[in-house]
Nanobody, 115 residues
């Protein structure tokens, strides 16, 4: 079992920055992949950024060049640094961990970008 908890959301003006954190606990050594998803108002949940156990990252086109996913293995934490935020980035952001074929979700953290 893996548990993930997100933090760091909030209200920011367009052009600003936020850093989200996702801390994992439980069977963390079995985690293969960690992702940040988001779900905006009236929209489907979408993958934003991914980092695998080797540190390889991948990003959705809409956030490339603005968002950076990273990990601190000593703290069992994955970060999502979000710069140059836009109103369309407003969403609930979820952390997801893949472990032994199972998917574990956090409760989400709200990010609101005002124009």
């Amino acid at each position: 079992q893996v548990q993930v908890v997100e933090s760091g959301g909030g209200l920011v003006q367009a052009g600003g920055s936020l850093r989200l954190s996702c801390t994992a606990s439980g069977s963390i050594f079995s985690i293969n992949l960690m992702r940040w998803y988001r779900q905006g108002p009236g929209k489907q949940r979408e993958s934003v950024a991914t980092i695998d156990s080797g540190g390889i990252t991948n990003y959705a086109d809409c956030v490339k060049g603005r968002f950076t996913i990273s990990r601190d293995n000593a703290k069992n934490t994955v970060y999502l640094q979000m710069n140059s935020l836009k109103p369309e980035d407003t969403a609930v952001y979820y952390c997801n961990a893949i472990s032994r074929g199972y998917s574990f979700w956090g409760q989400g953290t709200q990010v609101t970008v005002s124009s």
